[in-house]
């Protein structure tokens, strides 16, 4: 890797204690022993796998991505990188048994159109460490046989990701397929496309989050609720009813906690109602207006 790949990194990623810049050089080049060792080093100063991958191998591959998109990585060299970074994960991963109770089982994969596989492959050992038992099926997946597989596995949660916003389309036409399916299954959408997208046009997706820890800490109180006090349309008329009497406790009409929450009053009222699927940044804009956390404002009382 040449020097102007380095130097064109952001200083967050050159100061992170992590030192992702000689990561990702090393990676680049190849350097599969020495990326071991700089890996490891980090693991015998006692970080946790959990903490590399997501402090260290997420913002790498965000970066190698960055770099491939300014022109400062060939495909060769990114492709590389993501192999190296492959191995990685793989290797540390592959001995290590989640401790505690199974919180539900998760299908990871992308959609037709979204080639990138390495961010959701690091979710799914992040979920999977985390307690959940995970299906990773892939990249490309197509609808009619993703809802099939739904259909006849017991699954809690759907994880897609998404690069580009321009695959928006075949994700919503998942989420579409997946609600009209007789049995409840809780979607969640991620990765660097969701960046920039309107939530207003993903209000059908229940999760959405490019923050992977965030997320996975609302899917698994998400469907935990769900699983224990029954299905999602009966948890978010419960949830409905919590915000209506938070909102009468504190003397407000819907439109104080709509120009509070900077969400519209007609949607405040779908929520009031159960009738509005709810994303992580809605109850986080519904909890702030009400100056409580997520944990209060979802779990039952």
């Known amino acids: 890797m040449s020097e102007v790949h380095v130097t064109s990194l952001s200083n967050s990623v050159k100061n992170n204690e992590y030192n992702l810049s000689r990561y990702i050089t090393l990676a680049v080049e190849g350097e599969i022993d020495q990326v071991s060792e700089l890996v490891d080093s980090y693991i015998n100063d006692g970080k946790s796998v959990k903490d590399v991958l997501l402090k260290m191998f997420m913002p790498s591959l965000v970066n190698i991505g960055d770099l491939w998109k300014k022109g400062l990585l060939n495909i060769a060299e990114e492709h590389l990188a993501v192999t190296v970074t492959l191995s990685q994960i793989e ?3 592959q001995s290590l048994v989640p401790n505690g109770e199974i919180i539900g089982t998760a299908a990871i994969c992308t959609p037709v159109g979204e080639k990138h596989f390495i961010g959701p492959k690091v979710v799914s050992e992040l979920m999977r460490l985390s307690g959940w038992n995970v299906h990773f099926l892939g990249t490309e997946m197509p609808p009619e046989d993703l809802i099939q597989f739904l259909g006849e596995k017991e699954i809690d949660l759907l994880v897609l990701s998404i690069t580009l916003e321009e695959n928006l389309p075949a994700v919503l036409e998942i989420v579409k397929a ?4 007789d049995k409840s299954v809780v979607t969640m959408l991620g990765g660097s496309g969701v960046d920039n997208i309107d939530e207003n046009l993903i209000s059908d997706v229940d999760i959405i989050s490019s923050d ?7 899917a698994s109180r998400l469907v935990s609720s769900t699983t224990l006090n029954g299905n ?9 009813e ?3 009497r938070t909102r009468i406790l504190k003397g407000w009409n819907q439109q104080k906690l709509a120009d509070e ?5 007609t949607y405040i009222s779908s929520v009031e ?3 509005q699927n709810l994303t992580l940044g809605v109850l986080l804009r519904i909890g702030n ?3 409580i956390d997520i944990q209060t404002l979802i779990n039952r009382e």
């Open 91 to 93: 290797r540390l991963t």
């Open 289 to 291: 207006a009400f100056g």
């Open 261 to 265: 929450s900077g969400l519209d009053r």
């Open 273 to 275: 109602n159960g009738k």
């Open 212 to 218: 992977v820890s965030s997320a996975i800490i609302e």
């Open 178 to 181: 997946v609600k009209s399916m």
């Open 242 to 244: 919590k915000v209506k």
């Open 232 to 240: 999602l349309e009966d948890y978010l008329s419960f949830i409905g």
